[in-house]
């Protein structure tokens, strides 16, 4: 059974920086397309950054371009979220996602693998 637990989240400052971490077991991160996904109180679950399963392709949502990182440790079985100039508009709760297909989506219905979230707060 696949298990994936975030943490990382926290309050911070805009402009400030946060990193999530992603811990998974029961599959290496390695075999499974991982992606995170954020939903902020009364908004639907949004896409952020998604990688297939070798690494080859990844994408980001263009809120987030050129301000979140994803990144993985294969031997700590683990991938990671660097948000850096973060704005109250990423407050949401962050939830690091699997699923067993070669290509990553921005559909969270694709997804067959969930963490419990963990809460991203930006102060303005």
């Known amino acids: 059974q696949v298990r994936l637990r975030e943490s990382g989240g926290g309050l911070v400052q805009a402009g400030g920086s946060l990193k999530l971490s992603c811990t998974a077991s029961?599959?290496?991160?390695?075999?499974?397309?991982m992606a995170w996904f954020r939903q902020a109180p009364g908004k639907e679950r949004e896409f952020v950054h998604g990688?297939?399963?070798?690494?080859?392709?990844?994408f980001y949502s263009d809120s987030v371009k050129g301000r979140f990182t994803g990144s993985s440790d294969n031997a700590k079985n683990m991938v990671f979220l660097q948000m850096n100039s973060l704005k109250p508009e990423d407050t949401a709760v962050y939830y690091c996602?699997?699923?067993?297909?070669?290509?990553?989506?921005?559909?969270?219905?694709?997804?067959?693998?969930w963490g419990q979230g963990t809460q991203v707060t930006v102060s303005s």
């Open positions: 029961g599959r290496t991160v390695s075999s499974m397309t």
């Open positions: 996602a699997a699923r067993n297909f070669y290509h990553a989506t921005d559909d969270p219905l694709d997804y067959d693998y």
């Open positions: 990688v297939s399963q070798t690494g080859e392709h990844t």
